[in-house]
Structures are given as structure tokens and as C-alpha cells.
């Protein structure tokens, strides 16, 4: 077995794309079968490679590599090798994988730092078949890279450059990358990455991903980071919601009549003569899936029977609200931001 790199590693990230699909086609057996396969097909290209098995969970490979040429290299194996299998009903495994080089802390037998969160994301960029790579790792790599320009992942931070891996036998055009930039939304680029709230983001993420959850609403104190969980649970439910994610920044806002106009304007929806703004807005969103991030809702928080009404109107439209006291209407489900530094994890309810 590999020992573990330090240093300047280069990290590799795997994900199997359309899982939950994969799984209602060839029943729990057979899916079984296949990712079996799959996680064997894998380990051997990277084993053979050098790499450093970091975790491997559910359906995801983290690897590590001393050198980037090689972590390429065993990422383009790998992907031809999974292109070459014989799967179970004909139903293949496709899988993403990003790669990405830094200086991570070793916290054995893991890694902890910002270059294990990009690693990640870039990985998330991409889709089945696709090996994507970060401008640290290309600078350090003689192998075929094809540009894909600059792109702004989940982080909400500054543009990336990204490019994609050509590899021999496969293809090399895929849809365009789930990146902010390719998906309907205004999020803000903000100065810090999300750093130390990954127990409360995956909560607050499973909880967005549920159907009978269409009301969220963050509550605490002011100042203790309800709106960069918000912003960051938001980014990571882009790939999921098909209409778009939309922020709403109501921090300058005290009047609750002017709430409405704003969502409308937001949305680009333009005011009808002779009709209230309400009526024309749940017109538009009617049938359309969407996430709207309603941040600051304490000071205007009478405009809860408006949101109410607007979520009647539209069965697909999701609200997650930041504000320091609830709204107080049905199917409201609230969850308390803790303190960063508390250790104990936060609570929701219903």
C-alpha cells in the first residue's frame, strides 16, 4: 500500500454520476454488482499509478499522489477503463473526476485545508466520463489538456481556469460544466471560503433536497454566519433545481410592501398595468422550479402571508430564508445556526 504524500500532492476526487438513477434501473443487486466493479476498476488504475487511497464512501474515491503526471495518468486509465467494461444489463457506470494540486495539512490518514475543498469542487464541475483539471495541476503536467476558460465553482469565490483531460478512445464534448457561471442564477461572488461549517452544510443540504421541505428558514443571532451557510447550501443545490437560484438581499429593506416588487425584479418579471405585483409574480412563477435565498427577513418579516401565498401558487418553488426570528406559516421548517465554534451540532425542527 502507498504511504501517504506530503508535501505538494496532488489530489483526485470521484463521483459517480446519475447514481440514484442507476439504481432504480438494475434494482439494489445489480447496482451492487456494479459499483463493485466499478470501485475495483478504479483502485487498480490508481494503485498502479502510486496513489494513496485517502477515503473511499459511498459511490467516491479520494486519492492522493505524489506527483500530478501520474494522478493524470491513472485518471485517464481509469476512465478507459470503465469505457471498456461489460456492466450489468448494458447499464455503465459513468463517473467525474477532478484533479487538483496543493499543499494539503496531512491529518493521517487525511488531508485537511482549502486544497481539499477545491479538489472537490472541481470534481462536482464535471460529468460522467469527464476528467477535469485545475491550472496548478496543468502547469505541472505534459499531457493533453484541452482549456475550458475560467469558471466560478461552488465556493462562490473568484473564476477558475479549468481544463479537461483528452483521452484516447473516449470522447471529448460534454455538456457545459456545472460551474455558477452556466446556470441561471445572480449568487455573489464573496471574499472567504467555506471553511468549518461542513457538519451544518451537509444538514442543511439534505434537508433542500427533500420534497416536502419548500420553507427553510435559518434563524439565530445576527453575525453568527446564517447568510454564508445560506449562500453556500444555495450554490450546492444549483445542479438540482432546474429554474435557477436566486438571492434576495433584504438587509437595506424595513418596509415588508416592498419584499414582492423586489423578488419580481430579482426575477426579471415585469409589472402588469392594472395588476398587484403579487398576482403577476405567482403567475410567473407557477410550473417553474426555483430556489429563492430570501436573506435578512427579520426587519420585514410581516410579509410571511405573501410568501405563504407565493409558495401556494407555485408547487415547485423552494424558499430558504435567513432571519433571526421565524416566519411563522405552514410547512415553515427552521433550523438554529450555532455558534462556529459551539460543538455541539444544531437542531432543526418542524
Do not use: C
Request: net charge negative; charged share 25%; no cysteine.
Amino acid at each position: 500500500m502507498a504511504e501517504q504524500p506530503t508535501g505538494t500532492v496532488t489530489l483526485l476526487f470521484t463521483d459517480v454520476e446519475g447514481s440514484t438513477r442507476l439504481l432504480d434501473r438494475l434494482g439494489a443487486e445489480r447496482y451492487r454488482d456494479a459499483l463493485e466493479l466499478h470501485r475495483r476498476l478504479l483502485r487498480d488504475a490508481f494503485e498502479r499509478h502510486g496513489g494513496y487511497e485517502v477515503d473511499y464512501e459511498g459511490d467516491a474515491f479520494f486519492y492522493a499522489f505524489g506527483s500530478a503526471g501520474v494522478a493524470v495518468a491513472g485518471a485517464g486509465e481509469g476512465q478507459q477503463a470503465l469505457a471498456r467494461a461489460e456492466w450489468p444489463e448494458q447499464q455503465p457506470i459513468h463517473v467525474r473526476i477532478g484533479v487538483h494540486t496543493g499543499e494539503p495539512l496531512p491529518a493521517p490518514p487525511k488531508y485537511v485545508g482549502l486544497d481539499v475543498h477545491k479538489a472537490a469542487r472541481i470534481m462536482g464541475a464535471g460529468h460522467g466520463g469527464q476528467v477535469l483539471v485545475s491550472a496548478t495541476t496543468e502547469r505541472l503536467v505534459s499531457a493533453e489538456l484541452l482549456p475550458l476558460g475560467e469558471h466560478r465553482l461552488k465556493d462562490l469565490l473568484q473564476p477558475e481556469p479549468l481544463y479537461q483531460l483528452r483521452i484516447e478512445g473516449l470522447p471529448e464534448t460534454f455538456p457545459a460544466l456545472k460551474t455558477l457561471g452556466n446556470r441561471p442564477t445572480n449568487l455573489p461572488v464573496v471574499a472567504t471560503p467555506f471553511i468549518g461549517r461542513e457538519q451544518e452544510l451537509s444538514e442543511v443540504g439534505d434537508l433542500l433536497r427533500r420534497e416536502d421541505v419548500r420553507l427553510f428558514t435559518l434563524t439565530g443571532p445576527g453575525g453568527i454566519g446564517k447568510t454564508r451557510l445560506a449562500l453556500q447550501a444555495a450554490a450546492d443545490a444549483l445542479e438540482l433545481v432546474r429554474g435557477g437560484v436566486y438571492f434576495v438581499p433584504l438587509a437595506p429593506v424595513r418596509d415588508p410592501r416592498l419584499v414582492v416588487p423586489m423578488v419580481a425584479q430579482t426575477l426579471g418579471v415585469r409589472e402588469e398595468p392594472d395588476e398587484p405585483v403579487q398576482g403577476t409574480l405567482e403567475r410567473y412563477v407557477e410550473g417553474k422550479q426555483l430556489l429563492l435565498l430570501l436573506d435578512n427577513v427579520e426587519q420585514v418579516v410581516d410579509v410571511a402571508p405573501e410568501l405563504g401565498q407565493l409558495l401556494a401558487a407555485a408547487p415547485e418553488l423552494r424558499l430558504l430564508v435567513t432571519s433571526r426570528e421565524p416566519l411563522r406559516i405552514g410547512g415553515e421548517h427552521l433550523y438554529d445556526v450555532p455558534p462556529l465554534a459551539a460543538p455541539a451540532g444544531p437542531v432543526w425542527r418542524r
